[in-house]
């Protein structure tokens, strides 16, 4: 049976008489905007108050094709609204609807002609209702807006406490039973990634939960909430706050390395106490395990580096860099680590001592902490601004590249004649009559030769590239042997020469000036 559909002039007079914004009085968005060229973007629907075809959501058979397609029969919403009283017609009777488009229109008659309010105009229109002030009071609006969300969240059920916060484009809200409540709780697992409840029961630890993969029933504060808001749930046990003390011991030299006293909280869970913490703005971060059972003197300790914070800093300004490579180079080297656990200036768990220095953890962060550390002396050698990366990936090959440029342009490198062994060659091209092949063909005393590179090398460090000062080769007591055939040689040819040593031979390579371009 073919539907009785409305018409193109019963369309556009309906979305007219509402103004061209959904009838729904708890929605009423614009429905239409300007699209790419000349032409227009609409998200409404002309919606069918009875179906328009039998089986269809409050369908009325004794309704004539004309009534069911007649404006009357009709009502303006947006895309979303027009599904959701389709899927549930029960909810969304036709008496209901008509008052919608009742009150959509009577609105729409009540604005014809008037200025709607702007974004700014709303903020002060706020300001002044909940301060009494304009905007020269904002701090109070921010006050008193949350305290008003608070206690509206709250009337729905007594039996929580409330706290609401804004930040970063996100809304938080923090519930806190005041007593032991009962709540239904379902959770629609994933099959791929199912939620750990282990964890969080067991071990004290959070669990966050996708608000469309859980439903609560025995709170109206708590449907309010999920309803069809879209964000996650926080599942937080009771937490103490504790500190956690870091230190290091060197078994030879029994030095004691001190470092930051580490702020965090403790949890208990059914089977264990679990520990988290951080250091360094969080950018070191520590936790651990240890088992209730007073039997099992195990606890597993895991630390971990959060070097995404660097993300486009330079590298010469990386925050508490020098500190973090300190204490992973002496784990990284052997150093005997020690802890221990207070709450509220009481030891509640101390370590005698333990090794981590062949651990997944410290060789992945010794190895990133020691290549940026020697790209920061590049840098700062060439004067050069190179921003962290944390996705760059660094081979071993790379690494060593890196450390053996660092160490170059800090350094002068310098060979004796027991340190080599073949004697040093090199090209020489041959000039205008060959007169410099002829000059070193007829040198034999010992004297000084310097060889530069007419341009630096260019490398990569984080991606990005550096170009290397010329380098300097310097022979000290040598005398230049010509190894090609002297009646051969013609004019810019490449001319093998060797460089034969002496007393006192020496061989230095540096960087000229030590300064990048």
């Known amino acids: 049976m073919a539907r009785d559909d409305f018409t193109k002039s019963v369309i556009e007079t309906l979305k007219a008489r509402v103004s061209h914004r959904c009838s729904n009085p708890d929605c009423r968005v614009p429905t239409s905007a300007p699209s790419s060229g000349n032409k227009a973007h609409t998200i409404g629907v002309a919606a069918h108050i009875c179906a328009a075809s039998p089986g269809g959501p409050r369908y009325d ?29 029960n909810s969304f009777s036709v008496d209901l609807l008509n008052s919608w488009k009742i009150e959509a229109e009577r609105k729409a008659t009540l604005e014809l002609g008037k200025k709607l309010p702007s974004d700014e105009e709303a903020v ?27 206690t509206a969240l709250e009337n729905l059920d007594p039996r929580f406490k409330v706290q609401s916060s804004y930040n970063n484009g996100i809304t938080t809200f923090t519930l806190h039973a005041k007593e032991n409540i009962p709540i239904a709780m379902t959770v629609f697992n994933k099959k791929d990634n ?9 071990q004290g630890q ?40 870091l230190w290091l011991v060197n078994e030879k030299t029994h030095e004691t390395y001190f ?8 949890s208990v869970g059914s089977k264990y106490l679990s520990y988290k913490g951080s250091a360094c703005d969080g950018l070191f971060e520590i936790g651990y395990l240890k088992s209730r059972n007073a039997a099992d003197k195990k606890t597993t300790m895991s630390m971990s580096l959060k070097i995404a914070k660097w993300n486009n800093v330079n590298i010469i300004n990386l925050p508490f860099f020098e500190k973090l490579k300190c204490l992973i180079s002496n784990i990284a080297n052997g150093w005997i680590v020690f802890t221990s656990l207070e709450i509220d200036g009481e030891t509640i768990l101390k370590n005698t001592g333990s090794k981590y220095d062949d651990n997944d953890f410290t060789n992945e962060a010794y190895g990133i902490l020691e290549y940026t550390n020697n790209c920061r002396i590049v840098a700062r050698n060439c004067k050069k601004d190179i921003l962290f990366s944390s996705s760059v990936l660094v081979s071993q090959e790379d690494s060593f590249f890196i450390a053996e440029l660092a160490h170059g342009l800090e350094n002068t490198i310098t060979y004796n004649a027991s340190d080599i ?10 000039d205008n009559g060959c007169q410099n092949i002829h000059k070193i063909k007829n040198c034999n005393d010992p004297g000084s030769i310097r060889i530069v590179q007419s341009s630096g090398e260019t490398v990569r460090i984080f991606n990005q590239e550096v170009t290397l000062p010329p380098k300097v080769f310097a022979f000290e007591s040598v005398i230049p042997r010509v190894l090609d055939d002297m009646e051969e040689i013609k004019e810019n040819d490449h001319v093998l020469i060797e460089l034969s040593p002496h007393d006192n031979f020496t061989a230095q390579i540096f960087y000229e000036n030590g300064i990048c371009r």
């Open 61 to 89: 058979a004794e309704m004539s094709t004309h009534e069911r397609k007649d404006i009357n029969n009709a009502i303006w919403l947006c895309q979303n609204c027009s599904v959701k009283i389709d899927r549930d017609p």
């Open 259 to 266: 470092f930051d006293e580490i702020n965090g909280h403790v």
């Open 421 to 430: 062994k073949e004697n040093p060659t090199l090209e020489l091209i041959a």
């Open 194 to 202: 199912p939620y750990d409840f282990k964890k969080l029961f067991e």
């Open 206 to 245: 959070s669990l966050e939960i996708e608000s469309g993969d859980l439903r609560l029933e025995g709170s109206k504060l708590l449907e309010q909430i999920t309803g069809e808001n879209k964000g996650s749930f926080y599942f937080e046990p009771n937490k103490l706050k504790a500190i956690h003390k």
């Open 124 to 150: 002060s229109l706020l300001t002044a209702a909940l301060t009494g002030h304009t905007n020269n009071a904002i701090t109070n609006v921010i006050r008193n807006s949350h305290k008003a969300t608070n």
